[in-house]
């Protein structure tokens, strides 16, 4: 009787948080589409090979983006079993709106998962029906599915009330913010040495990339390529050589190079890894030369170069490519 109790109170606790949550989440956002329960079905259905690794990839017509770049949530009971919940944003991979959210518990003994699909505040209540049937049905038979889930959400919807959450000026989430790309002519580097523009890679292909631990170029393959229509805002870094100086000793920055891409997408910096939007004269890139990372500074960063239509993003399995002889990282 107790455990009945308890079992519903979670319930209920994680059905009203989930509301809250999704209702605060899309106060955020541009329009979302209204989720059917037929691609609620098919969300739930995707399987994700690495759930540390893959934090951003296409299946089925969907993208799945790692909610706020968030890690797991990871809890260890007094039972020894280490459980995890991972959140997803959904997006239509064809219009890039937004759905909803994609809750996976991983039970760290089993290794099985369990998904939840959240949908949007705008969806179909079958939708929603289909995720309540989900908590009762699915999150009883699971010890500490109900408990972890209900406190990520309610973790997450405290984090929104207090003002995070990653808001843009205007208080809405940017398109581009969920599109990590480069415009169509973005040159990649290729294994010859020659460069070719970003629309015309193919998967499969092999590309040139760069290994940290040996500082030297490597080759490594395309597996994934990424197209986003619409209206996208490039964000600009223009660099030269940091140890180009002057008679004087002042550095003078010469035929400087342009780099381009959507705010976010992320480079290699001196510091680590970095958004392109976040960038300032204060960074340090790398640009390869004669087979080796050659450190480039930041004379002058523009947050809008210009704007395009069509955006591309490579996955490579070195998880880095080299766009205009610079060093960048896989979203």
Wanted: with cysteine; glycine share 6%.
């Amino acid at each position: 009787m107790k455990y009945n109790v308890l079992a519903i109170l979670f319930f209920l606790s994680c059905a009203v948080t989930t509301q809250f949550f999704c209702q605060r989440v899309q106060a955020q956002t541009t329009a979302s589409a209204g989720m059917t329960v037929d691609q609620a079905k098919a969300v739930k259905a995707i399987k994700i090979a690495n759930l540390d690794k893959d934090t951003y990839f296409k299946s089925g017509g969907y993208i799945l983006d790692r909610y706020e770049e968030r890690p797991a949530y990871v809890f260890t009971y007094s039972d020894g079993i280490t459980r995890k919940i991972y959140l997803y944003k959904i997006f239509a991979a064809a219009d890039t709106k937004e759905l909803g959210l994609l809750a996976i518990y991983q039970n760290g003994k089993t290794n099985e998962t369990k998904s939840f699909v959240i949908p949007g505040e705008s969806a179909d209540r079958k939708a929603w029906d289909l995720y309540i049937d989900d908590l009762k049905y699915v999150g009883e038979k699971e010890p500490g599915l109900m408990s972890t889930l209900t406190f990520v959400l309610s973790r997450e919807m405290a984090s929104l009330l207090s003002g995070g959450g990653g808001k843009s000026e205007d208080g809405s989430k940017k398109k581009e913010e969920y599109n990590f790309c480069f415009a169509a002519d973005a040159p990649v580097l290729l294994p010859n040495g020659t460069a070719k523009s970003m629309d015309a890679v193919q998967v499969g292909e092999s590309v040139m990339a760069y290994d940290a631990r040996t500082n030297a170029q490597i080759v490594t393959r395309v597996t994934r390529v990424d197209k986003h229509d619409g209206q996208f805002t490039l964000t600009g870094v223009w660099v030269a050589p940091l140890n180009e100086v002057a008679a004087d000793n002042a550095p003078t920055p010469t035929n400087p190079v342009l780099l381009e891409a959507t705010a976010n997408h992320p480079v290699l910096t001196a510091s680590g890894r970095k958004a392109m939007g976040d960038l300032s004269t204060a960074d340090v890139l790398y640009r390869l030369e004669n087979g080796k990372a050659t450190p480039y500074r930041i004379v002058k960063a523009e947050k809008t170069t210009r704007t395009v239509s069509t955006v591309y993003n490579l996955a490579t399995e070195a998880g880095v490519y080299i766009v205009g002889e610079t060093v960048v990282l896989d979203k």
